[in-house]
């Protein structure tokens, strides 16, 4: 059985979440915690200041404990962004590429954003702006909705978000040597969209996946920058086919 690594957003409860624990019926799904992330203090990661070091990580360390299988990589939002470092950086080490409205490469003007300001947004305005049906976060208990969480979910969120900042405030969500090297993720790559993204606008992923050698664009109707918990129906039919080698 071949294993779909899945690096999580930033703001995502690590795990099999949502359409994941459908694909984990044909795939072993790991989802690892990017260091720094979480309640427990990494003193591993400290000093770390940039993805390329979560990417190295997962380069170095996730995978030796991966069974013996082909991989496939995935990332959502800034996850997205790992995993795309990590295909360019070793992409003889991944069967496919599937990302999910990936931050990391800027590609558009000062008058035409890339990504929304996430670091600056309130809790509610992340829903508002990730979600097609805001309304459905609720029941999902997602970190950062503002109503329904233990205390320990909400030290965790705080932790999270104080996490990305070291990792994605300067340059803002992007690294500007990524898109230079883009043309080394030479595997088979998905780049998936929802349509109701404001987040990281459908565009932006069209664009994206125009400049990877091998990659197919699908937007997803009627969801937002977390298709995989809005829609997971969809979302598990387009990645199942593509993981089997079909075109979605």
């Given at each position: 059985?071949?294993?779909?690594?899945?690096?999580?957003?930033?703001?995502?409860?690590?795990?099999?979440?949502?359409?994941?624990?459908?694909?984990?019926?044909?795939?072993?799904?790991?989802?690892?915690?990017?260091?720094?992330?979480?309640?427990?203090?990494?003193?591993?990661?400290?000093?770390?200041?940039?993805?390329?070091?979560?990417?190295?990580?997962?380069?170095?360390?996730?995978?030796?404990?991966?069974?013996?299988?082909?991989?496939?990589?995935?990332?959502?939002?800034?996850?997205?962004?790992?995993?795309?470092?990590?295909?360019?950086?070793?992409?003889?080490?991944?069967?496919?590429?599937?990302?999910?409205?990936?931050?990391?490469?800027?590609?558009?003007?000062?008058?035409?954003?890339?990504?929304?300001?996430?670091?600056?947004?309130?809790?509610?305005?992340?829903?508002?702006?990730?979600?097609?049906?805001?309304?459905?976060?609720?029941?999902?208990?997602?970190?950062?909705?503002?109503?329904?969480?233990?205390?320990?979910?909400?030290?965790?969120?705080?932790?999270?978000?104080?996490?990305?900042?070291?990792?994605?405030?300067?340059?803002?969500?992007?690294?500007?040597?990524?898109?230079?090297?883009?043309?080394?993720?030479?595997?088979?790559?998905?780049?998936?969209?929802?349509?109701?993204?404001?987040?990281?606008?459908?565009?932006?992923?069209?664009?994206?996946?125009?400049?990877?050698?091998?990659?197919?664009?699908?937007?997803?109707?009627?969801?937002?920058?977390?298709?995989?918990l809005e829609r997971p129906d969809e979302f598990h039919r387009i990645v199942r086919s593509f993981l089997n080698?079909?075109?979605?």
């Amino acid at each position: 059985m071949s294993t779909l690594l899945f690096l999580h957003d930033a703001d995502v409860l690590p795990g099999p979440v949502g359409a994941l624990s459908r694909l984990a019926d044909d795939h072993t799904v790991v989802v690892p915690r990017h260091p720094g992330f979480g309640t427990t203090l990494d003193t591993t990661a400290e000093d770390w200041d940039s993805v390329a070091d979560l990417a190295q990580h997962h380069l170095t360390d996730t995978l030796t404990d991966l069974p013996p299988a082909p991989v496939h990589l995935a990332g959502a939002g800034f996850g997205g962004w790992i995993a795309l470092e990590m295909a360019v950086r070793a992409p003889h080490r991944f069967a496919s590429l599937l990302l999910v409205s990936p931050y990391g490469v800027k590609l558009g003007g000062p008058t035409e954003p890339d990504f929304a300001d996430i670091l600056l947004l309130d809790p509610t305005e992340i829903v508002e702006l990730g979600w097609a049906d805001p309304t459905a976060c609720h029941d999902l208990r997602m970190p950062g909705f503002p109503t329904g969480l233990t205390d320990s979910e909400y030290e965790r969120a705080f932790t999270d978000r104080a996490a990305l900042s070291r990792y994605a405030w300067k340059p803002f969500l992007h690294d500007p040597r990524l898109r230079r090297w883009l043309h080394l993720a030479t595997m088979p790559t998905l780049v998936l969209a929802g349509s109701h993204n404001r987040l990281v606008p459908p565009r932006h992923s069209a664009a994206l996946a125009d400049l990877l050698p091998a990659a197919h664009y699908v937007e997803i109707p009627d969801a937002g920058h977390y298709p995989y918990l809005e829609r997971p129906d969809e979302f598990h039919r387009i990645v199942r086919s593509f993981l089997n080698g079909e075109t979605p």
